[in-house]
């Protein structure tokens, strides 16, 4: 075989090309001919690799951790059904971001959380500082069950779409720049005063969004607790949402998968490509860890 064409083969099937269209690309650019199993078989080596890097150690300590979902059409019993990928990425003591793992479920529920933060724990993981996660049904309370002292913030960005959810149109404008005063305001303090006006105003014709935004407060305003460089980077799942939009790049050409490894094996070889760049700290890395080790100096020194 051509050398190299096996990390080729790899590569052109991490970016979402199948099986069909890689042998077509080999015979073009090579001038080789390849046949589809050959492909196949080179591919499904991938599995190993998945499962070795899916329990790979992890480090004691990450100063956050954000996690977030992706949906993918995966066929089961013969019908196409909806299956979740979680992801959770971790900021190391180095400032180096860090995919920590991926886990397949077909619903976002208490007990697979429990579950996922487990298997976070069984792989060396004895503290995490900031959790930043959607709003998941009874997340918070699983969390403090596997890792006591850690704070989690809800994503404000999230809570903004889905409190816009409720609103018509012609209100869209106004309604979002009295959400802007809650989440821009200086202080907690200010932030409340700013949810009280925005009750006053809008709870008659919009009580669901407001509702929300009071039933959450507390996990929604733990940013409020740290200096402006660790706010940004806490209050929005951003990070990982900009990590899903690649593994949507790379895997928008598969319309379903036909199991659930194959959907994995995707997903991992998607991720392997989108994180290649992760060599640097996150910008304004030696203010960040020194205000971290002032507030948690105890435990970042685990």
């Given at each position: 075989?051509?050398?190299?064409?096996?990390?080729v083969i790899?590569?052109?099937?991490?970016?979402?090309?199948?099986?069909?269209?890689?042998?077509e690309?080999?015979?073009?650019?090579?001038?080789?001919?390849?046949?589809?199993?050959?492909?196949?078989?080179?591919?499904?080596?991938?599995?190993?690799?998945?499962?070795?890097?899916?329990?790979?150690p992890?480090?004691?300590?990450?100063?956050?951790?954000?996690?977030?979902?992706?949906?993918?059409?995966?066929?089961?019993?013969?019908?196409?059904?909806?299956?979740?990928?979680?992801?959770a990425?971790?900021?190391?003591?180095?400032?180096?971001?860090?995919?920590?793992?991926?886990?397949?479920?077909?619903?976002?529920?208490?007990?697979?959380?429990?579950g996922?933060?487990?298997?976070?724990?069984?792989?060396g993981?004895?503290?995490?500082?900031?959790?930043?996660?959607?709003?998941?049904?009874g997340?918070?309370?699983?969390?403090?069950?596997v890792?006591?002292?850690?704070q989690t913030?809800?994503?404000?960005?999230?809570?903004?779409?889905?409190?816009?959810?409720?609103?018509?149109w012609?209100?869209?404008?106004?309604?979002?720049?009295?959400?802007?005063q809650?989440?821009?305001?200086?202080?907690?303090?200010?932030?409340?005063?700013?949810?009280?006006?925005?009750?006053?105003?809008?709870?008659?014709?919009?009580?669901?969004?407001?509702?929300s935004w009071?039933?959450?407060?507390?996990?929604?305003?733990?940013?409020?607790?740290?200096?402006?460089?660790?706010?940004?980077?806490?209050?929005?799942?951003?990070?990982?949402?900009?990590?899903?939009?690649?593994?949507?790049?790379?895997?928008?050409?598969?319309l379903?998968?036909?199991?659930?490894?194959?959907?994995l094996?995707?997903?991992?070889?998607a991720?392997?490509?989108?994180?290649?760049?992760?060599?640097?700290?996150?910008?304004n890395?030696?203010?960040?860890?020194?205000?971290?080790l002032t507030?948690?100096?105890?435990?970042?020194?685990?």
């Amino acid at each position: 075989m051509v050398d190299g064409l096996e990390n080729v083969i790899i590569s052109l099937y991490a970016k979402g090309m199948t099986v069909s269209d890689i042998e077509e690309q080999i015979r073009e650019v090579y001038k080789f001919d390849i046949s589809t199993s050959t492909i196949s078989r080179i591919t499904e080596s991938v599995s190993n690799d998945v499962i070795a890097w899916q329990n790979r150690p992890l480090e004691a300590v990450y100063l956050i951790v954000w996690m977030d979902g992706i949906v993918f059409k995966v066929r089961e019993n013969s019908k196409v059904i909806n299956k979740t990928i979680y992801l959770a990425v971790g900021l190391n003591r180095d400032g180096k971001k860090e995919v920590l793992g991926m886990w397949l479920g077909k619903n976002e529920s208490s007990s697979f959380w429990l579950g996922v933060l487990t298997d976070l724990k069984a792989r060396g993981v004895e503290d995490i500082l900031i959790t930043a996660t959607d709003n998941l049904n009874g997340f918070t309370q699983t969390i403090k069950n596997v890792f006591p002292e850690s704070q989690t913030q809800i994503c404000v960005v999230h809570q903004i779409r889905n409190s816009a959810r409720y609103v018509v149109w012609k209100d869209k404008k106004e309604f979002s720049k009295d959400m802007k005063q809650i989440y821009d305001a200086p202080t907690k303090q200010a932030a409340r005063a700013s949810l009280e006006d925005f009750a006053n105003k809008w709870n008659s014709k919009y009580p669901y969004a407001v509702k929300s935004w009071q039933d959450n407060w507390e996990e929604l305003t733990v940013f409020f607790d740290f200096p402006v460089e660790i706010r940004k980077i806490i209050y929005t799942t951003n990070l990982i949402e900009n990590l899903n939009g690649k593994i949507r790049k790379y895997t928008k050409n598969k319309l379903s998968f036909p199991t659930d490894e194959a959907v994995l094996k995707s997903v991992y070889l998607a991720l392997r490509e989108a994180t290649k760049k992760w060599t640097m700290p996150i910008h304004n890395w030696g203010l960040i860890l020194n205000q971290f080790l002032t507030i948690f100096e105890k435990r970042v020194q685990l």
